[in-house]
T-cell receptor
Framework: QQQVKQSPQSLIVQKGGISIINCAYE??????FPWYQQFPGKGPALLIA?????SEKKEGRFTISFNKSAKQFSLHIMDSQPGDSATYFC???????????FGKGTSLLVTP | NAGVTQTPKFQVLKTGQSMTLQCAQD?????MYWYRQDPGMGLRLIYY???????DKGEVPNGYNVSRLNKREFSLRLESAAPSQTSVYFC????????????FGQGTRLTVV
């Protein structure tokens, strides 16, 4: 069963707007939460990641918000640009484990 | 910098045929993985290898076998391909004990007819 649930499945945002993608998990042993970005025909690439000892991490226009008690985390893309149009995957893993559990992905389209 | 290299990039198989997908990484990573990506399903783990000489099943291992040939190479074999195995396959690697960033290859698009 899907250990990480991601929503929405698709998202359309105007240029300059804020894109928000949400994920939820059940396994409290997860302690590494990355977001991956994938362009058509390419493999996923790490965008930003967070560990549960912090509630927010920001890198440029990308921010992860983490709510440990709710077992939820989200990706915010500020000032969204057409070049951000891609599929975004949230994921989670156990620190001493070896594999990422991925959400089903969100297809983001940023319109000019 | 090559990173993770997968071959082939595209393949068409007939039902019942066998093939091996090759993966090599040049980052001296201990952990390597095979995922499959299907529309609306995200990436699902097929097999992984925490270190040279070890392999473990992931979420969807049925119909596949793997070999960790050495630290650099991790291959995925389909012994008798089925249409349900039509997918995009990604190999990935990560550092010690699977911590930190996982680097993905460009993928192999496999069609089984």
């Amino acid at each position: 069963q899907q250990q990480v649930k991601q929503s929405p499945q698709s998202l359309i945002v105007q240029k300059g707007g804020i894109s928000i993608i949400n994920c939820a998990y059940e396994n409290t042993a997860f302690d590494y939460f990355p977001w991956y970005q994938q362009f058509p025909g390419k493999g996923p690439a790490l965008l930003i990641a967070i560990r549960p000892d912090v509630s927010e991490k920001k890198e440029g226009r990308f921010t992860i918000s983490f709510n440990k008690s709710a077992k939820q985390f989200s990706l915010h893309i500020m000032d969204s640009q057409p070049g951000d149009s891609a599929t975004y995957f949230c994921a989670a893993s156990v620190n001493s484990g070896y594999a990422l559990n991925f959400g089903k992905g969100t297809s983001l389209l940023v319109t000019p | 910098n090559a990173g993770v290299t997968q071959t082939p990039k595209f393949q068409v198989l007939k039902t019942g045929q066998s093939m091996t997908l090759q993966c090599a990484q040049d980052m001296n990573h201990n952990s390597m993985y095979w995922y499959r990506q299907d529309p609306g399903m995200g990436l699902r783990l097929i097999y992984y290898s925490a270190s040279e000489g070890t392999t473990d099943k992931g979420e969807v291992p049925n119909g596949y076998n793997v070999s960790r040939l050495n630290k650099r190479e991790f291959s995925l074999r389909l012994e008798s391909a089925a249409p349900s195995q039509t997918s995009v396959y990604f190999c990935a690697s990560s550092g010690d004990r699977g911590l930190g960033e996982a680097f993905f290859g460009q993928g192999t698009r496999l069609t089984v007819v």
